[in-house]
């Protein structure tokens, strides 16, 4: 909360100054429309501006914390890096990294923030709210990446854990598939078992044709021998005619 208070009060301050030039018409009415809120408009009037001055540090730099104050964070660090890169003065430079630190960090571009503070620190050495500022993004950096690795480490674990499922559920598989092959073979050395009565109690046709062949088959010994019974007796009979 500290760091936004600062944020806000160092970017007001300095986005309110007006020099006499060519463009100041609309940097005065873009000022005014910063100062009730109105950022938007205050835009408008600064790319005006910069229309009839390009070279108007004033009118960019406004603008830039124009699109800080409507979180368009990428533009605004556009502003202020385009800024930096071609200023010469130390002072304005270091105005120019500080607000570039600060929108970085909105943007939650801890990196980037503290290589801006640093910068501004280079300019000037005893810039205090710059020196907080770079502390805070050191520390935000720092959860950044500590939350980077911890990501990290449940992504790997996350990949491991579908790869040990993966490795189950194909052993699990195999398992299976084995044992109903070893069913298979065990079925297949299996001595057929005699048909069971049907839920009538009767036979089936096969062991019903069977059991009659054995009762015709019998029916002709028996048969046979009756006939060569009868034969021996005839035999001995003649053999005994008074």
Partial sequence: MYMRSIVLIILATITLEVYPQADRKFVRKGNGDYKDGNFQQAEVEYRKALEKDPGS???DYNL???LYRQKQ???AAARFTGLAENGKDKQKLNRYYYNLGNTQYENHKYQESVEAYKNALKNN???MDAKHNLQLALRMLN???QQKNQDKQQQNKDQQDK???ENKDKQNQEQQQNQQQQQQQENGNKKPSPQPLNQKGQISPEDAERILQA????EKDVMKKVQERKE???KVQVDKNW
């Fill in 215 to 218: 009762l015709e088959n019998e």
């Fill in 143 to 145: 959860d950044q990446k």
């Fill in 232 to 234: 021996r007796v005839q």
């Fill in 64 to 66: 830039g914390n124009a």
């Fill in 125 to 127: 050495p005893g810039d």
């Fill in 73 to 75: 964070f990428d533009a």
């Fill in 57 to 59: 540090f004033r009118a």
């Fill in 163 to 165: 790869k040990n499922k």
